[in-house]
């Protein structure tokens, strides 16, 4: 099966909404708009405040947003989900978000939104009424449940939650009217206008066929309707063309930091980063080459590049504040295959350790990480101008210890891509006549020579 065709061209901006904006419209935030941020408290941003700095967005080439969960919800993060057809009203409700759609279409602007269908919160209707109504309640076949009656604010409440949590009750997926109702919703979305659907931990739902009708379903409302499932390491099983058009690629995102290199191992301790000490430019290519033969190439090419995000640490801060660092990172995502995945913040060089940390409000008032923003500018004006860069095959040129090159062509644009992650100079070959497109190089007859920690995409005829 084919997946959507502007997914190639995308790059694409994840918001935490409650910490990325206040519109001026916005109710007064819980908290502090500049306090560190709290696993609980909220700080007001809304869907307008995203409206309204949809300028910023553009001028990162940024052509496609990804919200994290946006429905009515009593968690700041909103995956505790009360009600899949309503917006929450603290990010201004549906009125709030038909304008962000419409604005985004009318910039050429995608909005994906993210679906979590494995768990509910404990607010969730059909719950609430399996709470004061028992085994006698219609909904008590919707969920796992052990005993009666149910005790959600209790260390054993008597049903199973996702990673244990009485917070968040799963569904039963297995039961019929779950899962017509999770088709309904998926449906209802899609109808409304949205451009995807990311999905949160599909793996916890193993019931058979789920993944396929609900593809089934959605594509056939809109078959442009991207789906892309929250994968973390091989995604092989996933991309099959009966489930999902891309997953989370974090397996690129997390080698390329561990190529790198710099990485502070004491923040990694809990990510399923599938490698997290340094490799060399031999083993990440390598790596590089196996993924391309794994995946075809339309569901490679259609997944999201991405080395942090909400669930984890900010990227500046894992490179120990290294902005030459995530500079490389960046080099390597934007173009490799894929859409390069930008977190809120990151562009501005916003540090963050764990959650709450990892979530705190943008600060629109400064100060910014001028060498992080004009790099990552520059390099989405250069994946937008490049159709090599998007569409183009991929032949390896060089790799040697801390020295790897690469290149994307596509028809008559040929791009050289070259990467030095050490701390000495790199001296690598090239045929022909070169051009410097991008970052820093000393281009010489027969060679390229990299400073220490430099990258560059060399135009090559």
């Not at 764990?354 to 705190?360: E, T």
């Not at 629109?364 to 004009?374: K, R």
Request: hydrophobic share 40%; glycine share 10%; with cysteine.
């Amino acid at each position: 099966m084919s997946v959507p065709s502007w997914v190639r061209d995308a790059i694409v901006y994840l918001i935490f909404p409650d910490r990325f904006a206040r519109s001026q419209a916005a109710a007064p935030g819980l908290e502090p708009w500049d306090a560190p941020p709290t696993r609980h408290g909220y700080k007001g941003g809304d869907l307008l405040g995203i409206v309204e700095h949809l300028d910023h967005l553009e001028d990162l080439s940024v052509n496609t947003l990804c919200l994290t969960p946006v429905f009515r919800a009593t968690a700041n993060h909103r995956y505790h989900t009360h009600d899949f057809f309503e917006i929450d009203p603290l990010l201004g409700g549906r009125a709030a978000f038909d304008t962000l759609l419409e604005r985004c279409h009318a910039r050429g602007i995608r909005l994906v939104l993210d679906g979590v269908f494995d768990h509910v919160g404990r607010g969730f209707h059909p719950f609430v009424d399996v709470v004061e109504n028992g085994s006698d309640s219609p909904y008590a076949s919707w969920f796992r449940i052990h005993d009666f009656p149910l005790r959600p604010y209790e260390s054993n409440p008597g049903y199973d939650g996702w990673a244990g949590l009485g917070a968040l009750p799963r569904l039963n997926t297995d039961e019929p009217a779950v899962r017509e109702y999770l088709m309904t919703v998926a449906e209802h979305w899609a109808r409304a206008g949205i451009d995807g659907w990311r999905w949160d931990t599909p793996a916890e739902i193993r019931t058979p066929g789920f993944w396929e009708e609900l593809r089934s379903r959605v594509k056939a409302i809109n078959p442009e309707l991207y789906l892309v499932g929250e994968v973390w390491t091989d995604a092989s099983e996933w991309l099959r063309g009966d489930r999902f058009d891309g997953t989370t690629n974090y397996w690129f995102g997390g080698h390329a930091l561990a190529f790198v290199g710099g990485l502070d191992l004491s923040l990694c301790e809990d990510i399923d980063y599938p490698v997290k000490h340094p490799v060399d430019a031999v083993a990440f290519a390598e790596f590089a080459e196996g993924l391309i033969a794994r995946y075809s190439d339309n569901h490679l090419a259609a997944s999201l590049v991405l080395d942090a995000s909400h669930d984890t640490p900010r990227i500046l801060s894992l490179m120990q504040g290294r902005a030459d660092r995530v500079i490389l990172v960046k080099l390597l995502e934007y173009t490799f295959f894929g859409a390069p995945t930008l977190y809120y913040g990151e562009e501005v060089g916003l540090l963050g350790e764990g959650d709450p940390d990892c979530r705190a409000g943008f600060p629109w008032q400064g100060p910014w990480h001028t060498q992080i923003h004009d790099a990552l500018r520059s390099l989405g004006a250069l994946r937008r101008r490049s159709p090599a860069l998007r569409h183009g095959e991929y032949r390896r040129l060089f790799a040697q210890g801390a020295g790897y090159a690469f290149s994307r062509k596509l028809e008559g644009e040929r791009l050289g891509v070259f990467v030095n992650v050490g701390d000495e100079a790199v001296a690598m070959p090239i045929e022909g006549q070169a051009t410097l497109e991008w970052g820093r190089a000393d281009i010489r007859p027969g060679e390229v020579v990299l400073p220490a920690r430099g990258g560059a995409v060399i135009r090559l005829d």
